[in-house]
């Protein structure tokens, strides 16, 4: 079975600070998604990735960055946390094979606080 | 703009029965998938239909797909009360980037 992994499921941190979400696969997939979720506003992607090192920006990148050099690591970094950055961090993954989105296999999400 | 829709946004129904949730969506798809959501946890890929396929099976569950009206329906049989969850519907593009776009889902209740 696929297992996505992520680092904590529980953040509090506070408004400014340096925040790093890490997920980590292990089922050698090339694609890797970053998605936050709000209540009302369902899942939005914020950056993936189909490639070691390579990066793409999703619909709402501003205020996040990522990372990923090694294949079965993908980290999200909001490199100063806001209040509004309060949500809940859902992280994928994929095979490749073409087209970057088949099936999807989700982490057990983050919940982030930031006060 | 949300691509897929979900409605209802909820649904609570007794145990035994069935449950029916509809997903439609603007532009044309490769494909469309249906995940389950428990609360505060990850998503759970329940079931894909491709945008050549009318209806597809997986144990309880039925997925349909209309292209002609841009919609889908899951329709989950004799329901259980572990079946009490969010489900989402996720359709990848056929043109512009390709990902996924998750509609804001419907919250399904099963009481007991």
């Known amino acids: 079975d696929v297992k996505v992994t992520q680092s904590s499921r529980y953040l509090v941190k506070r408004t400014g600070e340096k925040v790093f979400l890490e997920c980590v696969q292990d089922?050698?997939?090339?694609?890797m998604f970053w998605y936050r979720q709000d209540p009302g506003l369902g899942l939005r992607l914020i950056y993936f990735?189909?490639?070691?090192?390579?990066?793409e920006k999703g619909d709402i990148p501003e205020g996040y960055s990522v990372s990923r050099e090694k294949k079965e690591r993908f980290s999200l970094i909001l490199e100063s946390a806001s209040t509004n950055q309060t949500s809940m961090y859902l992280c994928?993954?994929?095979?490749?094979?073409?087209?970057?989105?088949?099936?999807?296999?989700f982490g057990p999400g983050t919940r982030l606080t930031v006060l | 703009s949300q691509q897929g829709e979900e409605d209802p946004q909820a649904l609570s129904i007794q145990e035994g029965e069935n449950a029916t949730m509809n997903c439609s969506y603007k532009?044309?798809?490769?494909?469309l998938q249906w995940y389950r959501q428990n609360s505060g946890r990850g998503l759970v890929h329940l079931i894909l239909?491709?945008?050549?396929?009318r209806e597809k099976h997986s144990g309880r569950l039925r997925v349909t797909l209309d292209t002609s009206k841009k919609s889908s329906s899951l329709l989950i049989t004799a329901s259980r009360a572990a079946d009490t969850a969010s489900y989402f519907c996720?359709?990848?593009?056929?043109?512009?980037?390709?990902?996924?776009?998750f509609g804001q889902g419907t919250r399904l209740t099963i009481n007991p």
């Open positions: 239909i491709r945008s050549n396929e």
């Open positions: 089922m050698d997939h090339e694609n």
């Open positions: 996720a359709t990848l593009r056929i043109q512009g980037a390709q990902k996924l776009v």
């Open positions: 994928a993954s994929t095979e490749a094979g073409g087209v970057l989105a088949d099936t999807q296999y």
């Open positions: 990735s189909y490639d070691v090192k390579m990066k």
């Open positions: 532009t044309s798809i490769n494909n």
